[in-house]
């Protein structure tokens, strides 16, 4: 039997669908019935070999339309990049959806695999592929600074009610802060202030359920950062 590779399918399934017919052997989360192999939980079917399985959405973040993101390039083509959201799948970033005016084949000139971009999720169609655009306010690539990983659950405590968290820690700490909703956080400023608003943003991700927490984070930076100001100018 031809081996496949586990890249070549990024198909979400829910369970009982039917993963294979010709003979292929059951792999994690699969199972087998009358000779066909078939998924036993939400996720995306996985190829590696001469097995299928399915790796399990539970946890992942799922892209919606409008939302901004942090995304990793992981591989190049003539005409566009494949980008990690955090996502089950990749998103392909076309080269009509930068704000640059690319000429076919020189991708490479402009983003490489490894480069950290801000996006915004355009579509996501009826079957998860998704359209992403660095063409909007703000988006472009990221040099420098920090990154913070969470589960994408957790990001609305991070930024807030009506953005009030995280408008706070940029204000006790003076930092740049983009908030990804795919789970990833993009942090940049002076070293120690920096440090600081990447603790208190584990800080949340750590005691998301407590209450009084924006009060808690801005004792924790202000003991942190004596010469810290609040939104009205008041030091500690």
Not at 55 to 78: A, F
Not at 176 to 181: D, E, K
Request: charged residues 25%; proline residues 4%.
């Amino acid at each position: 039997m031809e081996k496949r590779n586990a890249r070549n399918t990024r198909e979400v399934v829910v369970p009982g669908e039917l993963l294979d017919d010709s003979g292929m052997g059951a792999g994690n989360n699969a199972y087998v019935l009358n000779g066909k192999v078939y998924a036993g939980v939400l996720g995306v079917k996985n190829v590696f070999h001469d097995t299928i399985g399915v790796i399990p959405l539970g946890g992942r973040y799922m892209p919606t339309t409008g939302d901004t993101v942090i995304g990793i390039i992981e591989d190049i083509g003539p005409s566009n990049w494949l980008v990690d959201i955090n996502a089950p799948y990749p998103a392909p970033l076309h080269v009509s959806e930068v704000p640059w005016k690319i000429e076919f084949g020189d991708t490479s000139k402009y983003l490489n695999v490894g480069n950290v971009v801000m996006l915004k999720v355009l579509m996501v169609d009826e079957s998860k592929k998704i359209q992403v655009t660095m063409k909007d306010s703000g988006l472009r690539r990221i040099e420098g600074g920090q990154m913070v990983e969470m589960p994408h659950s957790k990001v609305s405590r991070v930024i807030g009610k009506s953005g009030s968290m995280i408008q706070k820690i940029k204000n006790l700490t003076d930092c740049r802060i983009f908030v990804g909703q795919n789970g990833r956080i993009w942090v940049d400023g002076d070293k120690e202030n920096a440090d600081v608003a990447v603790a208190a943003i584990k800080m949340i991700e750590r005691e998301a359920q407590s209450s009084n927490l924006t009060e808690k984070v801005e004792k924790f930076i202000k003991e942190k950062l004596p010469q810290a100001v609040d939104e009205s100018g008041e030091g500690y």
